[in-house]
Each structure stands twice: as structure tokens, then as C-alpha cells.
């Protein structure tokens, strides 16, 4: 199974700050990572898919990069709304695998 | 408008089955692939089962291979779990998916005497 080793497991950031989550997988990926938002008592929302393509609605501060086996994620401009838990997937091989999450809090 | 609603969840004790159902609208559900995914009271999220368009195409992880079973119903527009032998540490809220959004709300599972 690939492993996702992200980090880190949580961060502290103020209003308007630029924030990076990054993801390692165990094994190349081919870029075949999401990235998903879930704040407390919802259900997860995907933002990100193919590494760096944005899901329709997904806001235009939220970026993704990486190939190979390193990825990262980063929102820019942190608003009060972004305050959430963050995590990546790796849907190249079975069985897909999440990354064990980043908790965003507010400084 | 695109829902995901399941139902099906409860209290369950260990060694006995539970099946979850999940409604789709808004969509054309017989083009997704479906996915259940779960996360166990304060704990991440963990992929538990995929299906193709037509069923005849199932994915499991092997924490729940042999005791978990996908299928679907095209003609009703609803995914199923049919979960088989459940353990304490099935415990948790189940998602409904497909590529993209929305999840369902999530059902909660729980296995305990």
C-alpha cells in the first residue's frame, strides 16, 4: 500500500497569511492527488484533483503542486472560512490512501 | 442539485451485519463510478470500497475485504454497503461519494455490545 505522510499535523496562521500542507507518498504517484477540505461536523469537500486542477467552486487562493512522490498544497490569503482540516489522497494505485490530515487553526 | 443521502446506520453489535444505502440525485448516476468512505470518531478518513458504472467492477481495501460488499442499483439511482461481520473497529461515519461534490452527510456506525 503507499503511505501519504503529510504535514504538518496541524498549523497556526493568521488572516491573510499564505499556509503550505505537503504530502510524501511512499511511491511515485503519477499526480494523482486531491486535496479535500472538512471543517467540523461536515462531510469532506474536495478542492483539488489531479494535483494542481481546481474542482469547480473551489476558490482561486487554494493552489496544488508536486509530481513524483512530493506534493503540496497552499492556500493564500487565509480567511476566517479556510479554518478547517485538510487532507491529501493518492488515487493512482488501489488501495487509495489518504494523508492523516492538518489541522488549520487561527493564530 | 446533486445529493448524496444515506441511511442505514445505527447501533450494531460485533459479528452482526448492517446495510447502508445511499440515494443519488441531481446527476446521472448511472455514469459515476460510486465510493463509500469512512472516519472513525476523531480520526481521519479511510477509503472502504469503489464501484464502476455498471457493478461489475468492485474495489475494496483489505481491512474490510471478505466482510464488506458494494453493489448498486442503476434503475434507483442508489449505492449500497452491505457490511458483513462488523468489528469495534468498523466504528464510524460512513460517506457517500462520487468524483467531485458533494459527499452525503454521513451515517454513523456503531459496533459494540
Given at each position: 500500500d503507499i503511505q501519504m505522510t503529510q504535514s504538518p499535523p496541524s498549523l497556526s496562521a493568521s488572516l491573510g497569511d499564505k499556509v503550505t500542507?505537503?504530502?510524501?507518498?511512499?511511491?511515485?504517484?503519477?499526480?494523482?492527488?486531491?486535496?479535500?477540505?472538512?471543517k467540523p461536523g461536515k462531510a469532506p469537500r474536495q478542492l483539488i484533483r489531479y494535483t494542481s486542477t481546481l474542482v469547480s467552486g473551489t476558490p482561486s487562493r487554494f493552489s496544488g503542486s508536486g509530481s513524483?512522490?512530493?506534493?503540496?498544497?497552499?492556500?493564500?490569503?487565509?480567511?476566517?472560512?479556510?479554518?478547517?482540516?485538510?487532507?491529501?489522497?493518492?488515487?493512482?494505485?488501489l488501495p487509495w490512501t489518504f494523508g492523516g490530515g492538518t489541522k488549520l487553526e487561527l493564530k | 442539485e446533486v445529493q448524496l443521502v444515506e441511511t442505514g446506520g445505527g447501533l450494531v453489535q460485533p459479528g452482526r451485519s448492517l446495510k447502508l444505502s445511499c440515494v443519488a440525485s441531481g446527476f446521472t448516476f448511472s455514469s459515476y463510478w460510486m465510493y463509500w468512505i469512512?472516519?472513525?470518531?476523531?480520526?481521519?478518513?479511510?477509503?472502504?470500497?469503489?464501484?464502476?458504472?455498471?457493478?461489475?467492477?468492485?474495489?475494496?481495501?483489505?481491512?474490510?475485504?471478505?466482510?464488506?460488499?458494494?453493489?448498486?442499483?442503476?434503475?434507483?439511482?442508489?449505492?449500497?454497503l452491505q457490511m458483513n461481520s462488523l468489528r469495534s473497529e468498523d466504528t464510524a461515519?460512513?460517506?457517500?461519494?462520487?468524483?467531485?461534490?458533494?459527499?452525503?452527510?454521513?451515517?454513523?456506525?456503531?459496533?459494540s455490545s
Open positions: 500542507i505537503t504530502c510524501q507518498a511512499s511511491q511515485n504517484i503519477n499526480k494523482y492527488i486531491a486535496w479535500y477540505q472538512q513524483g512522490r512530493d506534493y503540496s498544497f497552499s492556500i493564500s490569503n487565509v480567511e476566517s472560512e479556510d479554518i478547517a482540516s485538510y487532507y491529501c489522497l493518492q488515487y493512482d494505485n | 469512512r472516519q472513525a470518531p476523531g480520526k481521519g478518513l479511510e477509503w472502504v470500497s469503489s464501484i464502476n458504472t455498471d457493478g461489475g467492477s468492485t474495489y475494496y481495501p483489505d481491512s474490510v475485504k471478505g466482510r464488506f460488499t458494494i453493489s448498486r442499483d442503476n434503475a434507483e439511482n442508489t449505492v449500497y461515519t460512513y460517506y457517500c461519494a462520487k468524483e467531485g461534490n458533494p459527499w452525503g452527510q454521513g451515517t454513523l456506525v456503531t459496533v
